[in-house]
């Protein structure tokens, strides 16, 4: 188990407890999505956390497979499917190159507060055009610290990581993202900013 997975698995029932800090945001970005997607369409997210955003999206497509590295998330996620009856969201521990789903499979994929965390960002956009139908959507969500003042995090990451108190966070910029979308086989359909500093980019890019 790595640094980032034990980090998430201890947060795992506190994050399930606190609220969303930006509703209003939240629901757009729901909003947003569910134009894109339709009954017959299969979809997947990865860094799914404890399942909130697929158990609202599960009502408008066939099927969810939500993927995370943290076990401890998923058993949440699992928990309140049942609870609501929700039979068509797969919960598996998983990162998106360990998934290994079939070539031109999926319709939608979603990366919402992911991109970020991870150290391998180029592979996994890569992995998210290769596993798209042509014409498929991805839907993202990624906080561009380098657009901001946090930016200067970049120097405490490791000592963070190191007590436990912070998980992999890698700094880029909005026109960083931008070009790895770009040079990842897709087109940008839309975009807005939030947050800090307008710091985060909700991106839909659809595959050429």
């Given at each position: 188990?790595?640094?980032?997975?034990?980090?998430?698995?201890?947060?795992?029932?506190?994050?399930?407890?606190?609220?969303?800090?930006?509703?209003?945001?939240?629901?757009?970005?729901?909003?947003?999505?569910?134009?894109?997607l339709e009954k017959k369409m299969r979809l997947l997210e990865f860094g799914?956390?404890?399942?909130?955003?697929?158990?609202?999206?599960?009502?408008?497509?066939?099927?969810?497979?939500?993927?995370?590295?943290?076990e401890n998330m998923l058993d949440i996620g699992r928990e309140k499917a049942?609870?609501?009856?929700?039979?068509?969201?797969?919960?598996?521990?998983?990162?998106?190159?360990?998934?290994?789903?079939?070539?031109?499979?999926?319709?939608?994929?979603l990366g919402l507060n992911v991109l970020h965390l991870l150290p391998d960002?180029?592979?996994?956009?890569?992995?998210?055009?290769?596993?798209?139908?042509?014409?498929?959507?991805?839907?993202?969500?990624?906080?561009?610290?380098?657009?901001?003042?946090?930016?200067?995090?970049?120097?405490?990451?490791?000592?963070?990581?190191?007590?436990?108190?912070?998980?992999?966070?890698?700094?880029?910029?909005?026109?960083?993202?931008?070009?790895?979308?770009?040079?990842?086989?897709?087109?940008?359909?839309?975009?807005?900013?939030?947050?800090?500093?307008?710091?985060?980019?909700?991106?839909?890019?659809?595959?050429?």
């Amino acid at each position: 188990m790595n640094i980032s997975e034990k980090f998430w698995n201890k947060k795992a029932e506190g994050y399930a407890k606190s609220p969303i800090s930006d509703e209003e945001t939240y629901k757009r970005k729901l909003t947003e999505t569910q134009i894109l997607l339709e009954k017959k369409m299969r979809l997947l997210e990865f860094g799914c956390g404890t399942g909130t955003t697929a158990m609202h999206h599960a009502p408008h497509v066939l099927h969810i497979d939500a993927i995370d590295i943290s076990e401890n998330m998923l058993d949440i996620g699992r928990e309140k499917a049942n609870k609501a009856s929700v039979e068509n969201i797969t919960f598996t521990r998983s990162t998106l190159i360990e998934f290994n789903a079939d070539a031109a499979s999926l319709d939608v994929v979603l990366g919402l507060n992911v991109l970020h965390l991870l150290p391998d960002r180029q592979s996994v956009l890569t992995e998210v055009a290769r596993i798209l139908k042509p014409g498929g959507v991805f839907v993202s969500s990624t906080a561009c610290l380098g657009n901001s003042y946090l930016r200067f995090i970049k120097p405490i990451v490791p000592l963070g990581k190191l007590l436990g108190i912070m998980p992999d966070v890698y700094v880029l910029t909005k026109s960083d993202l931008a070009s790895e979308v770009h040079n990842s086989g897709f087109t940008i359909e839309r975009q807005w900013h939030h947050g800090i500093k307008d710091a985060v980019v909700f991106m839909v890019a659809r595959k050429l």
